[in-house]
C-alpha cells in the first residue's frame, strides 16, 4: 500500500501551480535517458480500454529536426496573417516554441488501428484513443517539472509534413511536438499570461450544474 501525506499534496499541488509550458530553453544537453524515462511514466497513464496508443518518435536527427522548425516558422508565419491590428503585433511578439534551443524533441503520436484493448471503450468514442495520448503526454509533463525538466507543446505544425519528415506510418495520428528541457527561469503564471495575451481564469467560469 502506498499513502499521501498532507505534505506531498501540498508539493503535488505546487506541482500543478509551477508546471508550465517551456518555450525558453538552456541549451546544455539532458542526462542520456531522460526523455526515455518520461516516456516511461506517460507509459502509466490511463488509457481507454488499456489500448496504450501513444507512439513515440524522439527525433535526434539535425536534418529532420531543421525540417520541423522551418515547418513551424512557415506555419506561425500563416497563423499571423490570421490575425490584424493589436492583435497581430502581439502575436508576433510571442516566442511560441522552443524548437531551435531544446536539446530534447519528442512528437507524439497516437495509433488508432491496433489491437490493443480490444477496442474497449471506444466504439461509440474512437477519439478516445487521442484523449489517451494527452492524457499520456499530461503526466510526462508534470513529472518532467518535478525534476526541474521543462516542456513546451508544439501544435504549430502542418500534421501531414510532418508525417513526411519523421516517415510515420500513416495510421499513426499526429499528436503533439514537444520541446524537452531546462527552462530559463521558473515561473508560476502561463507565459501567455505575462504576454498579456490571455488570463487564467476561475473554475466558476467553466463549471455548471445539472
Ligand atoms: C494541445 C496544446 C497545444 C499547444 C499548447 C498546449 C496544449 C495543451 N501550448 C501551450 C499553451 O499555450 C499553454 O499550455 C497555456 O498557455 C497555459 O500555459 P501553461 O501550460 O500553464 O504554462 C502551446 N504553446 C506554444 O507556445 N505553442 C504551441 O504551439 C502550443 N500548442
Redesign the pocket.
Known amino acids: 500500500m502506498v499513502s499521501f501525506d498532507d505534505t506531498f499534496r501540498r508539493q503535488l499541488h505546487d506541482l500543478f501551480v509551477w ?3 517551456v ?1 525558453r530553453f538552456r541549451t546544455d544537453p539532458l542526462p542520456d535517458g531522460t526523455i526515455e524515462r518520461l516516456i516511461e511514466i506517460a507509459c502509466l497513464s490511463p488509457s481507454v480500454g488499456l489500448s496504450q496508443p501513444w507512439r513515440f518518435v524522439i527525433v535526434d536527427d539535425k536534418t529532420r529536426r531543421r525540417a520541423v522548425i522551418d515547418d513551424f516558422k512557415a506555419c506561425n508565419a500563416d497563423a499571423l496573417r490570421s490575425y490584424s491590428g493589436e492583435r497581430a503585433t502581439k502575436y508576433a511578439a ?4 522552443g524548437l531551435e534551443e531544446a536539446p530534447g524533441h519528442l512528437a507524439v503520436f497516437a495509433e488508432k488501428t491496433d489491437r490493443i484493448g480490444a477496442g474497449l471503450g471506444r466504439a461509440t468514442m474512437p477519439e478516445t484513443s487521442e484523449y489517451s495520448v ?1 492524457a499520456g503526454i499530461c503526466s510526462m509533463w508534470l513529472a518532467a517539472r518535478a525534476e526541474g525538466i521543462g516542456i ?5 505544425l502542418n500534421p501531414e509534413r510532418i508525417h513526411g519528415v519523421l516517415e510515420i506510418p500513416a495510421s499513426w495520428k499526429f499528436i ?1 511536438y514537444l520541446c524537452i528541457g531546462y527552462p530559463q527561469t521558473e515561473c508560476d503564471r ?3 499570461e505575462q504576454a498579456k495575451w ?1 488570463s487564467r481564469r476561475g473554475p466558476d467560469e467553466f463549471t455548471i450544474r445539472r
Do not use: N, Q
Request: charge should be positive; hydrophobic fraction near 35%; proline fraction near 5%.
Open positions: 508546471r508550465r509550458d518555450r510571442l516566442k511560441l516554441s494527452v513546451g507543446w508544439v501544435s504549430i503533439g502561463p507565459e501567455l490571455e
